[in-house]
């Protein structure tokens, strides 16, 4: 065994104390020791299907599920895959909203002894489309509510299993398949450079030690409710999903998307949770809908992950949550995991714009590079390194990916070398503090992205002669894509058209939220884009599509007004459409929250995503008021009618159209 398969780090005094303070006060530690991980996700799981039989797994607001409802949920699902796929490592798609059914559905596919492939419904069809074809898989699991879309994927119908129509014949029993720790249990698709997405592999062992070591981070146990955020075909959803499903704790997937940051806070009370985990740019949005009066008194850990971690969130934790709860700051990717943590607590004081990314985990070590590939030593930015044994087996498919992002590692023996492509420097004591990306990678909303990718598929516009996407910052956290782009023989550009063309091929958090046209793109003395160049030049025409119409109605006004506050414009008109004013999710969320805070008025996400002008949204929020109305006027006339002897009612009803309502028994 290598020196450093096994190597437990140990934190400065200060985390260490810090860490310590966030035990569960009444909880049992967990079981999880660094020999389970010598195993397959469907063993550890039956374990604590086994332990804690009636002890809730998985709850939202609408659904429940104890551990013996999902065990036996994921079996039926694990025998009916038997009966359509070998079992010997297979990739198997899911295809599922942000619910219960999904969760079994990963177990399902895991205890057939296959690969589970998670896709995002939200995605666009032919990018969803790619990824089933490369993944070869044979199989879609998905349910009634995404059948349709299942359907629209393959021209095989025998490729698409809906669970709810699994017979009530199958087996409830564990399938017993033998899978061994180093079995593919995972296809993740992400950003590629090279114009398509590329999927990450997985192996059970890989898995199963993150856990360990997120479990034994922040103790998780059995009487712990974890949140779910993330859709599962992300990464961070991995360290929920498992996090508490592998140590017999319940978790809480919330729809963030639908349901609106708005909702969050009270989901958070209602349902008790103890570890939050999100992007730092959902989080930053609570205190718009906090009064701060809300104690969160269960909560212990807010994790946050996925993008650069802005001083912003330290003091909104700071201000907001209570004493007993810790703050921890992760860097990690879907190949290696989590590489290195830092854990804050209400004392912690940072100067910096942006948080230090932390100290070394467990049989992670953390190297510097140069250009040249030689070791830099402590206060010198280089490109990070990751030497261990559990990293990523490979890129699915593609030889060629996979040996480029490894070296070999000098010492031998099971571990490795994995050039992450981001860029650091270590302290001397050790904390790594993050300096971005190496190459044209960037973090948007907590999903990764290769510019190459946008970029690639914009050049291939016949309108379009050349073009670039930078990222940009505001407050040093979020990145947004802004594309400049050189019309083809000065053809006329349309946003919406643009934003169309893109939206049928990139999810929307990899389409650009501002179009500007320029003459030509700066080059730098290599021959390359100078995109810092590109970045400050002044000779800039946003591409917009709709003449400035004020708004006359007071609701129309008062849309403008917070339009224009969130998204940081002197005016907006009635028909500028949301996208092209720079409008992504977040500020959706944003606007939302403002919404209810001003009109006392619930909207939607949804309302503003599919109807993204001011004209149009005040339309729907008419529609809905009238609705309401309606609806009440209605109860009133009904309870009145209710009230009134028998024959006094039905002349009445008689001479109008309204239903009697039944009688009561």
């Known amino acids: 065994m290598d020196r450093q398969q096994h190597r437990t780090l140990e934190l400065p005094p200060e985390q260490a104390a810090i860490r310590a303070n966030c035990f569960h006060p009444i909880g049992t530690a967990s079981d999880f020791g660094r020999d389970h991980v010598e195993q397959s996700l469907a063993q550890r799981f039956e374990r604590m299907a086994r332990l804690h039989p009636l002890r809730l797994a998985a709850k939202t607001d609408q659904r429940s599920l104890t551990y013996e409802e999902l065990n036996v949920n994921a079996n039926r699902i694990a025998w009916a895959i038997l009966d359509r796929c070998s079992g010997d490592a297979e990739p198997v798609v899911i295809l599922f909203d942000h619910d219960c059914d999904m969760l079994a559905a990963i177990l399902g596919v895991l205890k057939a002894g296959n690969i589970y492939v998670p896709l995002d419904s939200s995605y666009p069809e032919a990018r969803l489309g790619f990824m089933l074809e490369d993944s070869h898989a044979r199989l879609i699991v998905t349910n009634q509510a995404n059948l349709a879309q299942a359907h629209s994927l393959t021209k095989d119908a025998r490729m698409v299993m809906n669970v709810d129509e699994l017979a009530g014949s199958l087996p409830d029993r564990n399938p017993g398949c033998m899978v061994g720790p180093d079995a593919s249990a995972l296809i993740m698709y992400t950003s590629g450079s090279t114009g398509q997405p590329k999927g990450v592999v997985q192996n059970h062992r890989n898995l199963l030690h993150r856990i360990f070591a997120y479990t034994r981070d922040v103790h998780i146990c059995a009487q712990d409710r974890l949140s779910l955020l993330s859709y599962c075909s992300s990464n961070m959803s991995l360290r929920d999903i498992f996090g508490a499903l592998l140590n017999g704790a319940c978790l809480c ?87 290195r943590e830092h854990f804050f607590d209400r004392h912690s004081v940072i100067t910096d714009n942006t948080l230090p990314v932390g100290y070394a985990v467990d049989d992670k070590e953390i190297l510097l590079l140069d250009e040249g590939g030689k070791y830099l030593e402590s206060d010198q930015v280089g490109q990070i390194a990751v030497r261990s044994r559990y990293l990523f087996p490979g890129y699915w498919r593609r030889p060629d990916l996979t040996q480029a992002v490894f070296l070999p590692n000098p010492g031998g023996g099971q571990e490795r070398i994995y050039l992450t492509g981001d860029c650091g420097r270590l302290r001397a004591d050790g904390c790594l503090v993050y300096g971005g990306r190496k190459d044209f990678m960037v973090k948007v909303r907590g999903h990764r992205v290769e510019i190459q990718e946008i970029e690639s598929l914009l050049a291939s516009l016949p309108m379009i002669k050349d073009a670039a996407v930078l990222a940009r910052e505001e407050d040093g956290e979020t990145s947004h894509l802004t594309a400049y782009i050189v019309p083809l023989g000065g053809a006329p550009l349309q946003a919406t058209e643009l934003r169309k063309l893109l939206g049928e091929q990139l999810p929307s958090y990899m389409v650009p939220t501002a179009f500007v046209v320029v003459d030509f793109l700066p080059l730098s003395p290599s021959g390359k ?97 009238a609705r309401k109305i309606a609806a009440s006027q209605s109860e009133r006339t009904l309870a009145e009618l209710e009230s009134l002897p028998d024959e006094t009612a039905e002349r009445l009803i008689a001479g109008s159209h309204i239903d009697r309502p039944e009688p009561k028994n």
């Open 529 to 625: 884009v100078d995109r810092q160049a590109l970045a400050l030049r002044h000779e800039k025409k946003r591409i917009l599509t709709a003449d400035f119409v004020a708004p006359k109605t007071p609701l129309k006004q008062m849309l403008s007004r917070i339009w224009a506050e969130v998204l940081g414009l002197d005016r907006v008109g009635i028909n500028d459409n949301f996208y092209e004013l720079g409008g992504h999710s977040l500020a959706a969320m944003q606007i939302i929250n403002q919404i209810d805070k001003q009109l006392q008025i619930e909207v939607p996400l949804q309302s503003l995503l599919g109807a993204p002008t001011i004209a149009q949204m005040a339309g729907i929020m008419n529609e809905n008021t």
């Open 253 to 339: 997937p919330f729809d963030v998307g639908h349901q609106g940051v708005g909702r969050l806070a009270q989901w958070l009370l209602r349902q008790g949770i103890t570890i939050y985990f999100s992007t730092p740019s959902v989080f930053q949005q609570l205190p718009d809908v906090l009064s701060g009066n809300e104690a969160f008194p269960n909560l212990r850990v807010i994790h946050l992950g996925g993008e650069a971690v802005g001083r912003k969130n330290l003091e909104i934790f700071q201000k907001y949550f209570t004493r007993q709860c810790i703050m921890l700051n992760s860097l990690g990717s879907a190949e290696c995991g989590t590489v």
